[in-house]
């Protein structure tokens, strides 16, 4: 029986142009509320103008680049939406910032299943992801996957990247499995009106319905890629 999939990494991408990375630092997140005052740092904190992070030492990232902001979280254990702290960063955000020109937001999931043996994951490549053919057999070699399907819609794209990885147990360094990587990304472009006083509405709502694109991703992997 094939598992079904285990989240590991989520992540909301903001997009807007000029982002100005030098002055978003963790004290500026700490005393604006974008972050709790209580939240403790945990690796060297680099600021640029190009590029700034701050890690987290509850599994929270932020990533500024002079076009996007990144609020990604680590998922340990079992996937529950009570778990996620990264809708509450990110309105708090657009409050701080509402007048940057915003054109687009990500919620990107990340995956993966974990197998036994390669024989299974080869099997599972060989008769749940590819389809039939000669080419699934080359010379009495399996081939390897990498591949990237795409599905458009309207409003939005969804993107899901499939990998073959190497899974490392946290707590046993040396210790891995073999695992099939699932990359998604939900992709929607915004035009604001800036001239409204709820401009950023269309935006907040989807910073807060982000549950039903990662509940569609994992829809998608499970009644889809993993059926």
């Given at each position: 029986?094939?598992?079904?999939?285990?989240?590991?990494?989520?992540?909301?991408?903001?997009?807007?142009?000029?982002?100005?990375?030098?002055?978003?630092?963790?004290?500026?997140?700490?005393?604006?509320?974008?972050?709790?005052?209580?939240?403790?740092?945990?690796?060297?904190?680099?600021?640029?103008?190009?590029?700034?992070?701050?890690?987290?030492?509850?599994?929270?990232?932020?990533?500024?680049?002079?076009?996007?902001?990144?609020?990604?979280?680590?998922?340990?254990?079992?996937?529950?939406?009570?778990?996620?702290?990264?809708?509450?960063?990110?309105?708090?955000?657009?409050?701080?910032?509402?007048?940057?020109?915003?054109?687009?937001?990500?919620?990107?999931?990340?995956?993966?299943?974990?197998?036994?043996?390669?024989?299974?994951?080869?099997?599972?490549?060989?008769?749940?992801?590819?389809?039939?053919?000669?080419?699934?057999?080359?010379?009495?070699?399996?081939?390897?996957?990498?591949?990237?399907?795409?599905?458009?819609?309207?409003?939005?794209?969804?993107?899901?990247?499939?990998?073959?990885?190497?899974?490392?147990?946290?707590?046993?360094?040396?210790?891995?499995?073999?695992?099939?990587?699932?990359?998604g990304s939900i992709h929607r472009d915004f035009i604001l009106d800036h001239n409204s006083e709820d401009?950023?509405?269309?935006?907040?709502?989807?910073?807060?319905?982000?549950?039903?694109?990662?509940?569609?991703?994992?829809?998608?992997?499970?009644?889809?890629?993993?059926?």
């Open positions: 029986m094939i598992p079904k999939v285990q989240i590991t990494q989520l992540a909301f991408v903001i997009r807007a142009k000029n982002h100005n990375p030098s002055l978003l630092t963790r004290d500026f997140f700490r005393i604006n509320k974008i972050v709790d005052a209580d939240w403790v740092v945990t690796s060297p904190v680099f600021t640029t103008d190009i590029i700034s992070q701050v890690v987290y030492k509850n599994g929270v990232t932020i990533f500024i680049q002079p076009d996007q902001i990144s609020f990604k979280q680590s998922i340990e254990g079992e996937y529950s939406q009570n778990q996620v702290l990264l809708q509450d960063l990110a309105l708090r955000y657009l409050e701080v910032f509402p007048d940057l020109n915003y054109s687009a937001m990500e919620i990107n999931s990340m995956g993966h299943i974990e197998f036994q043996s390669q024989e299974e994951l080869d099997n599972y490549i060989s008769d749940y992801l590819l389809r039939p053919g000669d080419w699934k057999n080359f010379l009495n070699k399996k081939p390897s996957l990498s591949a990237t399907l795409i599905y458009s819609f309207e409003d939005y794209q969804i993107n899901v990247s499939i990998e073959p990885v190497l899974i490392y147990d946290d707590q046993k360094a040396t210790e891995k499995n073999l695992g099939i990587l699932f990359a401009k950023l509405k269309p935006l907040k709502e989807r910073v807060s319905l982000w549950s039903d694109d990662v509940n569609s991703y994992i829809s998608l992997v499970n009644d889809c890629l993993l059926n």
